[in-house]
C-alpha cells in the first residue's frame, strides 16, 4: 500500500520569495508517479506537476520544480518567487504507474503569501 | 484546454433520497474516476472505471455507490440513500490521453459540493 505524508500543516511566505513544501511518501512499488495539486480556496484541485519514479532529472513547470530524492523518498515541491495568488492548499499524492490507479492524497499544506 | 465538467455544482439533499452526480471527462481520456473530500479533509479515492467496468474501487465504495457511463460522454456517481457523512465535496477526474507520456496523470473536474441535511 501506498503512503502520503505531509507534515506540515501551514506554511508562510513573503511575496517574491521561494518556498518549500514537504512531501515523503511509502511504497514497496518501483514503478510510481509523484504529483502535486493545489486547491484555492474557490475548491477546485489544479494538477501542478509530475515526477515518475524512473525519472532521472527533477520536473519542473514554471515557477514549480519538484525535488526528488528516490533514496530519502521525499518528493517536495519548490515554489520559487511567491505571488499572492499561490496561496492555496498543496496536496502531494501518488500512484502506481499503471493507468487506472488510485491517487492517494497526503493531508495537504495550507500556504499563505504575505505581501 | 479542455477540461473535466461537473454537475451541479452544488447538491442539497434530505438524508435517505437517492442522488447523482455528473461528469463530463476529456473527450479522448480512457479512464474516469471518483474522489471525494469531506470539508477540512484530504482527498480520498472511490472508484476508477475503463472500458464500462469498475477497475479499482476504496472500502468507502459500498453497496450503497454505483457507477455508470450512460452514453458516449456522461460518467456518473449514484449515491442509492444518502447518510448525513455522506455531505462532502465530490471529485470528477479522468486520465489516459494517449498523447501523454503518462497514462495516470488525472485531470479533475471542479467538484460537486453535496450537502445532506
Known amino acids: 500500500a501506498q503512503k502520503i505524508t505531509q507534515t506540515q500543516p501551514g506554511m508562510f511566505v513573503q511575496e517574491k520569495e521561494a518556498v518549500t513544501l514537504d512531501c515523503t511518501y511509502d511504497t514497496s512499488d518501483q514503478s510510481y508517479g509523484l504529483f502535486w495539486y493545489k486547491q484555492p480556496s474557490s475548491g477546485e484541485m489544479i494538477f501542478l506537476i509530475y515526477q515518475g519514479s524512473y525519472d532521472e532529472q527533477n520536473a519542473t513547470e514554471g515557477r514549480y520544480s519538484l525535488n526528488f530524492q528516490k533514496a530519502r523518498k521525499s518528493a517536495n515541491l519548490v515554489i520559487s518567487a511567491s505571488q499572492l495568488g499561490d496561496s492555496a492548499m498543496y496536496f502531494c499524492?501518488?500512484?502506481?504507474?499503471?493507468?487506472?490507479?488510485?491517487?492517494?492524497f497526503g493531508k495537504g499544506t495550507t500556504l499563505s503569501v504575505s505581501s | 484546454e479542455p477540461e473535466v465538467t461537473q454537475t451541479p455544482s452544488h447538491q442539497v439533499t434530505q438524508m435517505g433520497q437517492e442522488v447523482i452526480l455528473r461528469c463530463v471527462p476529456i473527450s479522448n481520456h480512457l479512464y474516469f474516476y471518483w474522489y471525494r473530500q469531506i470539508l477540512g479533509q484530504k482527498v480520498e479515492f472511490l472508484v476508477s472505471f475503463y472500458n464500462n467496468e469498475i477497475s479499482e474501487k476504496s472500502e468507502i465504495f459500498d453497496d450503497q455507490f454505483s457507477v455508470e457511463r450512460p452514453d458516449g460522454s456522461n460518467f456518473t456517481l449514484k449515491i442509492r440513500s444518502t447518510k448525513l457523512e455522506d455531505s462532502a465535496m465530490y471529485f470528477c477526474?479522468?486520465?489516459?490521453?494517449?498523447?501523454?507520456?503518462?497514462?495516470?496523470?488525472?485531470?479533475f473536474g471542479p467538484g460537486t459540493r453535496l450537502t445532506v441535511l
Open positions: 499524492a501518488m500512484s502506481l504507474n499503471q493507468a487506472g490507479t488510485a491517487l492517494i
Open positions: 477526474a479522468s486520465s489516459g490521453d494517449s498523447l501523454r507520456h503518462s497514462y495516470n496523470e488525472q485531470f
